[in-house]
């Protein structure tokens, strides 16, 4: 049963998008395709992110030179499932890459002596971390029926900020043009492993 808290924090961040009027969207999810798509892809949504999708699934934007995604939206309706994987296996492959140019944590224990065994060493680590679900591009959430409120981390290989403090602020901070200005934004680090890496929240997030 999807809690309640979470399902309204999820409804009101879609209202906000379509607000905003950034992207086309789409009918919602309905509870079939969350079946399908949660048995495809190993992973169950949080309870916002699930009610956000259900309320309306975001699609497309126009594509402006030098973006760096093409499709910044996951589109969990008609998208390519070697795309989707590929997206979903971003936190994890960019991480890896970084270990991969020398990163390491001391938690780790100590790093192997060649680039190969590190990151079968750092892959190890990284099978028991949370599974985190993309919103945008490389804005995530971690996954998990039953969870909500969390916020949106902004991941790109070791370098992660957090990029709001729920979903709802998240689209405010996203999509709002001017972005407002956190107030005491001090959100807390709620994901396993991930939350290792989080940098204090900068006045205007990027």
């Given at each position: 049963?999807?809690?309640?808290e979470?399902?309204?924090?999820?409804?009101?961040?879609?209202?906000?998008?379509?607000?905003?009027?950034?992207?086309?969207?789409?009918?919602?999810?309905?509870?079939?395709e969350?079946?399908?798509?949660?048995?495809?892809?190993?992973?169950?949504?949080?309870?916002?992110?699930?009610?956000?999708?259900?309320?309306g699934?975001?699609?497309?934007q126009?594509?402006?030179?030098g973006?760096?995604?093409?499709?910044?939206?996951?589109?969990?309706?008609?998208?390519?499932?070697?795309?989707?994987?590929?997206?979903?296996?971003?936190?994890?492959?960019?991480?890896?890459?970084d270990?991969?140019?020398?990163?390491?944590?001391?938690?780790?224990?100590?790093?192997?002596?060649?680039?190969?065994?590190?990151?079968?060493?750092?892959r190890?680590?990284?099978?028991e971390?949370?599974?985190?679900?993309?919103?945008?591009?490389?804005?995530f959430?971690?996954?998990?029926?039953?969870?909500?409120?969390?916020?949106?981390?902004?991941?790109?290989g070791?370098?992660?900020?957090?990029?709001?403090?729920?979903?709802?602020?998240?689209?405010?901070?996203?999509?709002e043009?001017?972005?407002?200005?956190?107030d005491?934004?001090?959100?807390?680090?709620?994901?396993?492993?991930?939350?290792?890496?989080?940098?204090?929240?900068?006045?205007?997030?990027?």
């Amino acid at each position: 049963m999807i809690n309640e808290e979470g399902a309204r924090l999820g409804v009101m961040a879609a209202r906000r998008l379509a607000e905003l009027d950034c992207c086309e969207i789409a009918p919602g999810l309905t509870d079939a395709e969350f079946d399908r798509i949660e048995s495809l892809y190993g992973f169950e949504f949080a309870d916002d992110h699930r009610a956000f999708l259900a309320t309306g699934l975001p699609v497309s934007q126009p594509y402006e030179e030098g973006q760096t995604w093409e499709k910044p939206w996951p589109d969990w309706r008609n998208g390519d499932p070697d795309e989707l994987r590929e997206h979903l296996d971003w936190p994890v492959r960019e991480l890896l890459r970084d270990v991969g140019s020398g990163h390491w944590i001391q938690s780790w224990g100590e790093r192997p002596d060649t680039t190969e065994a590190a990151v079968a060493a750092a892959r190890s680590q990284l099978s028991e971390a949370p599974r985190m679900v993309p919103i945008y591009a490389h804005r995530f959430l971690p996954a998990g029926h039953g969870t909500s409120g969390h916020p949106v981390l902004s991941m790109w290989g070791s370098d992660i900020i957090y990029y709001g403090t729920d979903l709802l602020d998240y689209i405010n901070q996203e999509f709002e043009d001017p972005r407002p200005e956190p107030d005491e934004w001090n959100p807390q680090a709620t994901v396993p492993f991930w939350r290792d890496y989080l940098r204090p929240v900068p006045q205007n997030p990027a």
